[in-house]
């Protein structure tokens, strides 16, 4: 009698068992709704839209306009009235080459740290080093030595860079006279090159070691030299003029 009296009180009633599962209905249904608002908001942040803690995005002053006004004048001038046929500014390419630092095959860690430091500055991203993928003997590079490093600008940086180097780099070049006008390829690209990195502003050369030059490239879409000539010189990239010659 004792023990069916124990197993009757150890047993759970009806009442207790709904309790029990209404508990349990209860917490799925949070932890779902937890799932279900942590996910919309990652989403809310992938898809760029502004989040709580995150400004709304401006558009670039260039990009700005070259929609307004560029490729109406493209469009006037050119006869492509189509969207789809007018070419668009793709990249810029920065490269800095160190294969002349280059002792015993390996760089010295100064030159590695202010190069890669002024790169990340200027472009605004973390560059790629890149390896030599021959040895010459002429040079002093072997094979898998590190002899340049690289950025790939797109998008928003892509026209924040450009805007700063047409209106606060070039103006500080020294004896500057105008980019050359010829420097672009069958496909429109165009390329130049600076010999300090001192000509833009957010460099201190007080606090660099060396002086050093770079490469920039400027890629194009649907693009022929004549028309990317055209949009750069619209956006205010200065080039050199034609000297008059003295009668």
């Not at 760029?48 to 070259?66: K, N, S």
């Not at 021959?134 to 797109?154: D, P």
């Amino acid at each position: 009698m004792a023990e069916e009296k124990k197993n009757q009180q150890s047993k759970p009633t009806d009442a207790e068992k709904a309790e029990k599962a209404a508990k349990a209905k209860a917490a799925a249904a949070k932890a779902k709704a937890d799932a279900a608002e942590k996910g919309a908001k990652s989403s809310k942040g992938k898809s760029g839209a502004p989040t709580a803690d995150q400004e709304p995005r401006v558009e670039p002053r260039l990009q700005t306009r070259f929609k307004t006004h560029v490729r109406q004048a493209v469009a006037e001038k050119f006869g492509l009235g189509n969207p789809m046929q007018q070419p668009r500014l793709d990249k810029i390419v920065l490269n800095v080459n160190m294969g002349r630092h280059l002792e015993n095959n390996k760089l010295p860690p100064n030159v590695k740290t202010t190069v890669l430091d002024t790169m990340v500055k200027v472009a605004g991203q973390k560059p790629v080093v890149t390896k030599a993928k021959k040895s010459v003997s002429n040079f002093k590079v072997r094979e898998g030595a590190e002899t340049a490093a690289m950025v790939t600008l797109r998008r928003d940086r892509m026209w924040h860079f450009l805007d700063r180097f047409i209106n606060l780099a070039c103006p500080r070049i020294k004896d500057f006279r105008g980019l050359n006008d010829k420097a672009f390829d069958k496909q429109g690209n165009y390329a130049c090159g600076i010999t300090e990195q001192g000509v833009f502003p957010e460099i201190n050369m007080a606090e660099v070691t060396f002086t050093h030059g770079m490469n920039i490239s400027i890629g194009f879409r649907n693009s022929t030299p004549e028309l990317s000539k055209f949009i750069l010189a619209e956006l205010g990239m200065p080039f050199r003029k034609p000297e008059e010659k003295k009668k």
